[in-house]
């Protein structure tokens, strides 16, 4: 999860977005500045899609992606 503008403004990051990191070996240049807070253990057919969204000149989708449901297991 990235930090607030108010923390790290030069880093542009809203306090509203997170991270689903999907490829092999993990994403090491986001290590020491973001915050790992889960798993995806199912539904890696769901990232899939997400991953799969048109995006823009910035990597920003075109269309927004909500999440609807989250299942927090302890």
Known sequence: ???SEIENPYK???PYQFFI???KGGA???DGD???FGEVISGMDVVDKINAVE???GEWPVKSV???TVEIIK
Do not use: G, H, Q
């Open 66 to 68: 909500y999440i609807k």
């Open 55 to 57: 995006t823009d000149e």
């Open 34 to 36: 973001y915050t790992v």
């Open 21 to 23: 990191v999907n490829r």
């Open 1 to 3: 999860m990235p930090s």
């Open 12 to 14: 542009l990051a809203s």
């Open 28 to 30: 090491p240049f986001l």
